[in-house]
């Protein structure tokens, strides 16, 4: 079992930056895929970007790739989320999330991960 917990998350300006981290406790940390989702009020939790049990592998929705960028770090049982050239419309809830890394694990919904975190706040003025 792996429990999470985001951190790191806050109000910005559009077009600024704030990195995210996930704090995971458990063995098995480094055997987990681990995704970061988004959730606006009224909206679908939406898939921003996940990234493989090793780190070498990792996937980005369209909207924001060149801007977001996710690493994890093993031997700490964590893993980030850099956000760079924020946009208000960006502004959600952030959670992070880890999933057995079978096949199609790149673009899995948010219904078949396994562990989540309470999520952080992420609010971008304009």
């Known amino acids: 079992q792996v429990q999470l917990a985001e951190s790191g998350g806050g109000l910005v300006q559009a077009g600024g930056s704030l990195r995210l981290s996930c704090a995971a406790s458990?063995?098995?940390?480094?055997?987990?895929?681990m995704g970061w989702f988004r959730q606006a009020p009224g909206k679908e939790r939406e898939l921003v970007t996940a990234?493989?049990?090793?780190?070498?592998?990792?996937y980005y929705a369209d909207s924001v790739k060149g801007r977001f960028t996710i690493s994890r770090d093993n031997a700490k049982n964590t893993v980030y989320l850099q956000m760079n050239s924020l946009k208000p419309e960006e502004t959600a809830v952030y959670y992070c999330?880890?999933?057995?890394?079978?096949?199609?694990?790149?673009?899995?919904?948010?219904?078949?991960?396994?562990?989540w975190g309470q999520g952080t706040q992420v609010t971008v003025s304009s």
């Open positions: 990234v493989s049990w090793g780190g070498s592998s990792t």
């Open positions: 999330a880890a999933t057995i890394p079978t096949a199609g694990w790149r673009t899995r919904s948010w219904r078949e991960y396994d562990y």
């Open positions: 458990g063995r098995t940390f480094s055997s987990y895929a």
